[in-house]
């Protein structure tokens, strides 16, 4: 079974671009009617939608279109300007889609394309990257060269020292390494030679941190910052622009209302915004409105917003970052993306807790007590619908169908609303409140950090280095209290180890070889879906140990504790 990884939207919807009904604007964030999205990218009044599958749908003018992508093709990348997408292959191939005015697609013509098509610009060379600012776009090479073709204007967004439209690519820069840009952005960033942060455009509110308001940039200009090596990302909108580097830390420029800052003053260079210490590991723009995304996948929204459902909470504009709420949210890590005035916030495959639990639910192994004819384990219900297990078997074995009791079952492993009105008369009937409120991830980590309701022991061999242990004298074991049933969820060999347990003492040893504080943070890893370090932990040790525990224990999903291992590389070593 796979998962059904859940998105979000809110904002403008008068064109039906983010949600297929006629609401005109969708004030709080929604559950959309799309499942596991790979990509999503929303322009002014269109969005795309890339599945995990390669099926590729634009939303938009009242209207839906499925997409061809060629026979071949894996789309790695989408960009969005006001008016047009990018789309870029994993070898390099280029696509555009939308309105072509201005010479935005660098073809040396106006014309849209109203189905996906191969651009060619005749250079020569791999494209790595593509970006796109309100009217313009960008295209980085291999080589370093980068390339940039569009609307111009007064702001000099393309580069070029001009102000005349670009209808083909000109070379702006070399031994480029990154690019920034927004789908409302008058302004560009890039690094070059992995030390040297430059920047373009619009600079009327500050929003290219040159420290100054004098005047727009028509050519790539050095901009001061420390460590541009360490630079992330760059997302610019209208009047402001935002920086992530490794550390998880926020930087802004340009006018404080778009920047979330009390008052109508202006940031002319990058100063650091109060996450309140949260680490941050996404950020996004639209025209004023803007998304990060933390370590613990908690999304905040900050900035201002044209009208009461850019913001997707009640109010036009927040002095500092609020947290948003997402139902029913069931353990995936998150992905997001700001249009020009919609949002987006979707689960991606990085974390399988919702699948994990599913697949073990419907597999019948380890229940510690039954529902009807379905084993299900105690402390786990319990905890998630705050409810005792008597109470719970002597309602949904009077008053519901097994299939009903199924479907609530499924709800309460995996957080997946399949009928919602059969999850509703359930939770009304056992006096659950406000059920979709309630986070699978949330209930996860509060069992983490319930001691008492630990059912099981992991005994971990403690290796002494001080001296060498005589052969007669007894190993000795340091213990990790855990939940049984998590555990076997979530890796094989947990599986094959609890089938084989002590049954008197209730514990498993673990020969894996590998230190305590490195089972402590796979331990906690399989719980929260994070890889969370503290002060006494040394990185490199459990970063090196830990590249090979999820294919040691048999993770269901390698890929997860993968990616998060590749960013404490980057970020920490």
């Given at each position: 079974m796979q998962t059904?990884?859940?998105?979000?939207?809110?904002?403008?919807?008068?064109?039906?671009?983010?949600?297929?009904?006629?609401?005109?604007?969708?004030?709080?964030?929604?559950?959309?009617?799309v499942q596991n999205i790979k990509l999503i990218c929303s322009r002014s009044d269109h969005t795309l939608f890339l599945f995990e599958d390669g099926k590729l749908i634009e939303r938009g003018k009242q209207t839906e279109i499925i997409h061809q992508i060629p026979e071949g093709v894996e789309?790695?990348?989408?960009?969005?300007?006001?008016?047009?997408?990018?789309?870029?292959?994993?070898?390099?191939?280029?696509?555009?889609?939308?309105?072509?005015?201005?010479?935005?697609?660098?073809?040396?013509?106006?014309?849209?394309?109203?189905?996906?098509?191969?651009?060619?610009?005749?250079?020569?060379?791999?494209?790595?990257?593509?970006?796109?600012?309100?009217?313009?776009?960008?295209?980085?090479?291999?080589?370093?060269?980068?390339?940039?073709?569009?609307?111009?204007?007064?702001?000099?967004?393309?580069?070029?020292?001009?102000?005349?439209t670009v209808m083909t690519p000109v070379c702006i820069e070399r031994n480029v390494n990154k690019v920034f840009c927004g789908p409302y952005g008058y302004t560009f960033?890039?690094?070059?030679?992995n030390k040297i942060l430059l920047g373009c455009g619009n600079n009327t509110k500050g929003q290219l941190a040159i420290d100054s308001m004098d005047k727009n940039q028509k050519k790539l200009v050095n901009i001061k910052f420390d460590s541009p090596e360490n630079i992330v990302d760059i997302r610019t909108g209208y009047s402001h622009s935002l920086l992530l580097d490794t550390f998880g830390q926020v930087f802004g420029s340009g006018e404080h209302k778009s920047l979330g800052i009390k008052g109508s003053g202006n940031y002319q260079k990058f100063e650091k915004l109060d996450f309140k210490n949260n680490f941050i590991t996404q950020i996004s723009c639209g025209c004023h409105q803007n998304l990060a995304l933390t370590t613990s996948q908690e999304v905040?929204?900050?900035?201002?917003?044209?009208?009461?459902?850019?913001?997707?909470?009640?109010?036009?504009s927040f002095t500092e970052p609020v947290k948003v709420k997402l139902d029913p949210l069931s353990c995936g890590s998150l992905n997001i993306h700001c249009g020009s005035f919609s949002t987006f916030v979707w689960e991606t495959d990085n974390l399988s807790m919702g699948n994990d639990l599913i697949e073990f639910y419907k597999s019948k192994k380890f229940g510690d007590c039954k529902i009807d004819i379905f084993p299900v384990n105690k402390i786990f219900i319990e905890k998630r619908t705050g409810k005792t297990i008597k109470e719970i078997q002597k309602y949904l074995e009077t008053q519901s169908t097994q299939d009903e009791i199924n479907i609530f079952l499924e709800w309460v492993y995996s957080g997946w609303v399949s009928k919602k009105s059969v999850i509703e008369t359930i939770c009304r009937g056992l006096g659950i409140e406000n059920y979709l409120q309630k986070s699978l991830k949330d209930d996860i980590l509060a069992l983490y950090k319930d001691e008492d309701s630990k059912d099981f022991t992991i005994l971990v061999k403690i290796d002494d280095d001080d001296y060498e242990e005589e052969e007669e004298e007894e190993e000795e074991f340091e213990e990790i209290p855990v939940h049984k049933f998590l555990l076997a969820a979530r890796c094989g060999l947990f599986r094959e180890m609890f089938q084989n347990v002590n049954t008197v003492s209730n514990s498993v040893k673990d020969f894996s070889g590998k230190?305590?504080?490195?089972?402590?943070?796979?331990?906690?890893?399989?719980?929260?879906?994070?890889?969370?370090?503290?002060?006494?932990?040394?990185?490199?040790?459990?970063?090196?140990?830990?590249?090979?525990?999820?294919?040691?224990y048999q993770l269901t999903n390698v890929s997860g504790i993968e990616s998060q291992l590749q960013l404490i590389k980057k970020n920490l070593l």
């Open positions: 059904k990884k859940s998105a979000w939207g809110w904002g403008k919807n008068y064109e039906k671009m983010i949600l297929k009904d006629s609401t005109p604007k969708l004030v709080t964030p929604t559950l959309l009617d789309i790695t990348q989408i960009v969005s300007s006001y008016y047009h997408f990018l789309l870029l292959g994993s070898k390099g191939e280029l696509f555009g889609l939308g309105d072509g005015g201005s010479g935005r697609f660098g073809t040396k013509s106006n014309t849209s394309l109203k189905s996906i098509t191969r651009l060619k610009h005749g250079v020569s060379g791999k494209i790595i990257s593509v970006q796109a600012g309100v009217m313009q776009s960008y295209f980085l090479y291999e080589n370093g060269d980068l390339y940039s073709s569009g609307y111009n204007s007064t702001e000099g967004k393309c580069g070029n020292n001009s102000t005349a960033f890039c690094v070059k030679d905040y929204v900050f900035g201002s917003g044209n009208n009461d459902s850019d913001l997707g909470i009640k109010g036009l230190s305590i504080d490195t089972i402590e943070v796979f331990i906690k890893y399989l719980y929260t879906g994070m890889i969370e370090l503290t002060a006494d932990n040394d990185p490199e040790e459990i970063v090196e140990e830990l590249a090979d525990a999820g294919e040691y």
